[in-house]
């Protein structure tokens, strides 16, 4: 069984049947500030669209989350939109919620429902919610209303992080990597900055291969062998965390999302990230649009490394069928 964990959905939009000239659902293009932007047509929000995609890739499954930061009343709408989609066609989508994580009972309640009501699957999130990262500690009621649940954490990009403004350039350099920085910086933060430790069955799904976090953590191996894993005692008073960071950091799971054909960056993850938490994800539509195929040539080069059957059945579906609790 192939999982897409990483498969955005759009709600309907009201008499908008925007489509383009490409035949695509997205649509790149610089704006008058010379960055890139993108565009989404209205058939982002038809089903058939999603299931002929994942019928020309040999998907069997796909996770549905929706991009937009949203507030309370368009998250209702959307877990709603997301329920009944799934409802019409339980084995081939899985949903998850969203909510505002900062908006106290009001969103709590609202999760609640989405999970024990909706049969939603999970929650998705950004990797900055508002000006606060994810080891911000207002974050604690949503992580204590999560834990009570039962439920996974989606990790998603954020769209535009703030602090990267070196990365600013006419040839796309933010676009393409301020995120995926920001993302990296985010999986530390989890490891170090004491979520885990205060909720440690919290279940994390860290997208985009955690922004390539693989590549850096022998370094923060080293320093942290030079001054220790967090601030000095008199800055906090006590360590954020009382064991190694990568004990943390193993319970972590990454999809492989975000970019597009390539392996080099799932070879990469696979020295330090356990086949048995990375999930297969297209990021479709913003990738692999109008190009099933690419996806299918992905999961034979996927198939191609030298892995036990059993660990590439895990990353192609297993894995998120066990974490979803979907048969299989």
Known sequence: MIIDAEHHFTMERGGDEKKFSSGKICERFWDEKGNIRIRVSSEAS????HLQFMDEAGIDMAML??????DLEQCKRWNDFCAETVKGHPNRFIGFAC??????????NELERAVKDLGLKGVHIFSRIGEHTLDSKELWPFYEKVDE?????????SSSPKGLDALHAP???YYVIARELDICATTFRVCLGGVLEDFPNLVFIINHLGGGVSAIMERLDAYLGYV???WPDFY?????????????????YFNMAGREHGVGSLKCALTTI????????TDWPFNFDGDSEGVRKLVEEIKNLDLSREDIDAMLGGNAARLLRIDH
């Open 171 to 173: 040839y796309a350099l």
């Open 236 to 252: 906090f008073g006590k360590p954020l965390i009382s064991k190694p960071w990568r004990d943390y950091f193993n319970k972590l």
């Open 99 to 108: 909510v505002p994580p900062l908006d106290g009972d009001p969103a709590f």
């Open 46 to 49: 038809k089903v058939s669209r």
């Open 274 to 281: 356990s086949p048995r938490r990375l999930l297969f994800g």
């Open 228 to 230: 220790g894993p967090g």
């Open 65 to 70: 989350t929706i991009n937009p930061e949203m």
């Open 149 to 157: 649940l039962k439920i996974p954490i989606d990790v998603h990009i």
